[in-house]
């Protein structure tokens, strides 16, 4: 999963709501929750597939009918499964909108944790377990969304889409995104689509301090140089030497930088969060925002590893690989260069570009596969923006609200590719050390509470306002 775009901002703590007392619905849905945690769906050893058809049965039982629930998957991934729910909206004008989420989670073993990654723990204000954060709780909140209306009754304007997918985490499985943009591209249609990627950042002691919407991702592209020789016996060595030649191409890209770009979501950013401080950094973001060609504000702002990625496209060098043996010249060393690609920047000439910093006819540069469809950036608009700026008033009074692009990627990429523009919503809170991706995993118990209210209410704004 990406890298949250809320952990980009550090800002001053917003007074802390009071906290409200327990509510009979919550437990309902915790235990969705909870289920959805403790059902193991990494690709080691885990089914998304069995979770999905936990919550088909849930939907079903909130009175859904077969018809109106689509499950999947393909014979080469059986536990890679997902599903599509829907229910109808009573306007024949209105687009669709979609609830996207992914069901699966990185591996965790039990030896390395403190508690079992596979038993939602409450505990010191946190939800424990793998999962909690990245995604299962706005997955949950999804699910209990679409239950909850139907039980209610309710009759959106717009048609409402769930699509609950696996293989985000992964770049070699099955995904289950890109297998519906690709293979059912009608039974996904919609206006738009709410995803992760938004919501807010908390300080140490969980007050929220900004909150974020999502608007846009760079496109993640591996690429590996490779250097090939004759080789010969090490006793005789020379210059001309296959791990030689790669250190130096590798030296070359550590020292580029892609030129700066700024799109619509970035400047905005650069310009609201930098009108919230009063220091340089602040300085430098408001002046960027305004004249992107400001040498000593793109400087300062270099200086912040987050910022510099927010600024241009990155490559950097992650695995390495080389010789055959002890005694023997290398004939071949290669490395793998894992780029993050600001959006509208396409993989091919991002390749091209790191031929011509390595600039050395010996040394190759190519494409690893899967190569991702271009990145392309959602509009800011009012539409989205105006409600859930609303909302964040209503439930998170005094904290900034501010649009960001990811320099993590998503499943959002695959529905931008046919024509939905995604958007990740504002609503659910977390501190900065999550544990997502790493050891004891955890989730603010308040910040999932007090997100599933707000979201449910932003889902029913979209719904009626189509």
Same mark, same amino acid.
């Given at each position: 999963?990406?890298?949250?775009a809320?952990?980009f901002?550090? =800002?001053?703590a ?21 289920? =959805? ?28 009918a ?38 699966? /989670? ?12 596979? @038993? ?26 679409m239950?909850?209306?139907?039980r209610?009754?309710y ?13 985000e ?12 943009? @690709? ?9 738009f ?6 919501g ?9 301090t ?13 690429y ?11 006793? /005789?060595?020379i ?30 950013y ?35 590893r987050?910022?510099?990625? =927010?600024?241009?496209?990155?490559? /950097? ?7 055959h ?26 390749? @091209? ?13 190519t ?9 392309v ?22 904290v ?41 995993? @955890? ?10 209210? =707000? ?12």
């Amino acid at each position: 999963m990406h890298v949250r775009a809320a952990t980009f901002l550090a =800002m001053a703590a917003a007074p802390a709501l009071a906290q409200p007392a327990p509510r009979a619905d919550r437990a309902a849905f915790r235990a969705l929750y909870q289920e =959805m945690v403790e059902t193991d769906t990494s690709v080691t050893s885990g089914s998304c597939t069995d979770l999905a058809g936990k919550i088909a049965a849930r939907l079903k039982a909130a009175g859904y009918a077969d018809a109106d629930i689509t499950p999947f998957s393909v014979p080469d991934h059986p536990k890679e499964g997902g599903l599509v729910a829907i229910l109808p909206g009573t306007s024949r004008t209105a687009r669709p909108m979609l609830l996207l989420g992914h069901l699966d /989670v990185v591996t965790a073993k039990r030896e390395d944790w403190t508690r079992d990654p596979y @038993k939602m723990i409450e505990e010191d204000g946190f939800f424990y377990g793998r999962g909690t954060a990245d995604m299962k709780a706005m997955d949950a909140i999804w699910v209990d969304a679409m239950i909850r209306f139907k039980r209610e009754g309710y009759k959106p304007k717009r048609t409402i889409k769930l699509a609950l997918t696996c293989g985000e985490e992964t770049t070699w499985a099955f995904n289950g995104a890109e297998w519906l943009a @690709k293979n059912k591209p009608d039974l996904i249609a919609a206006e738009f689509a709410l995803n992760e990627g938004g919501g807010g950042r908390a300080d140490e002691n969980g007050k929220p301090t900004v909150m974020n919407l999502h608007v846009g991702e760079k496109i993640v592209q591996n690429y590996r140089i490779e250097a090939t020789n004759p080789g010969g016996h090490s006793s /005789v060595p020379i210059r001309d030497n296959a791990i030689y030649e790669l250190a130096d191409a590798i030296a070359k890209i550590r020292d580029y930088d892609f030129p700066l770009q700024l799109s619509d979501t970035t400047r905005t950013y650069f310009e609201k969060a930098g009108a919230t401080r009063k220091d340089a950094m602040g300085a430098a973001m408001v002046a960027i925002a305004r004249n992107p060609r400001d040498k000593a504000a793109e400087a300062t702002l270099n200086t912040d590893r987050s910022y510099h990625s =927010m600024l241009r496209t990155t490559c /950097v060098a992650t695995l390495l690989d080389g010789g055959h043996a002890n005694n023997a010249l290398p004939q071949r060393a290669g490395a793998n260069i894992n780029c993050r690609i600001f959006p509208g920047t396409d993989v091919e000439a991002v390749r @091209k570009q790191l031929e011509t910093v390595v600039a050395d006819p010996r040394m190759t540069v190519t494409l690893v596969q899967p190569i991702r469809p271009p990145a392309v950036p959602p509009p800011l608009d009012p539409k989205i923006v105006k409600p859930a700026e609303k909302l964040v008033a209503k439930y998170y009074p005094g904290v900034p609200f501010v649009p960001v692009m990811s320099t993590g990627g998503t499943d959002g990429i695959f529905l931008e590719s046919i024509g939905i523009p995604v958007y990740g919503p504002p609503g659910l809170y977390n501190v900065p050390e999550s544990g997502a991706h790493g050891l004891n995993e @955890k989730m603010l118990v308040e910040g999932v509470y007090r997100g599933r209210d =707000m979201l449910t209410e932003l889902i029913r704004a979209y719904a009626d306002a189509g």
